[in-house]
């Protein structure tokens, strides 16, 4: 299975959020991607991905919101690479409209008459407070700012330690509390059992 990634920064992405010719041979992984490799039930690659400060907006008439037309502008760029699926994770940063604007997105991008399937979720606050509720903290999605968090309590700022996170935690016990989290690994394992 092929698959585009999109995110907001390296951490996120690995070298993926990288130009071609800066990218290491093979790239390093990112969460994102890190989160697929413990849940997917088959193998993919990953063939591309983007940065969302790069995505190519979607215009549409009339016009949307830009993050509606950021998620179908990945679906037409993961379209034209030809990939299975598109995943992605945007951070909610406070913004509570977001997930109602990315929602719409993917509503568009599912009843488009594009080919991959799309997967996103919206990251409350921030990705690294997934981390944090891989760490096993309770309350993680409330906090404003848990890179802070992240870094303080636990020692980790660097993407290495990030990814390391994600591939020594247990998924089965992660708290109830990290909807945001639960909802995007739920989709990912059942998008992929029936992609395969």
Known sequence: MRVFLAGEGPD??????????????PPQ?????ALLRRVAAHDFTVIAARPWKAIRKYRLRPPRRPEVQNVLGL?????EARSDFLIFVRDQDGDTDRQAHIDEGLRLAREGSFSPTPIGAV????????LLALL???????????KTGLKER????DRPA????????????????ARSLRTFLDEVLASFVQGS
Do not use: C, F, N
């Open 12 to 25: 996120d992405l690995g070298d993926w959020y990288h130009p071609p010719q800066y990218r290491k041979d």
């Open 29 to 33: 992984t990112g969460i994102i991607e």
């Open 75 to 79: 679906m037409l760029e993961a379209d």
């Open 123 to 130: 990251a409350i606050q921030e990705i690294e407070a997934w």
């Open 136 to 146: 096993g903290e309770r309350r993680s999605e409330q906090l404003s700012d848990p």
């Open 154 to 157: 636990h020692g980790v700022a």
């Open 162 to 177: 990030k990814v390391a996170i994600v591939e020594g935690a247990s998924l089965d016990t992660l708290p109830d509390d």
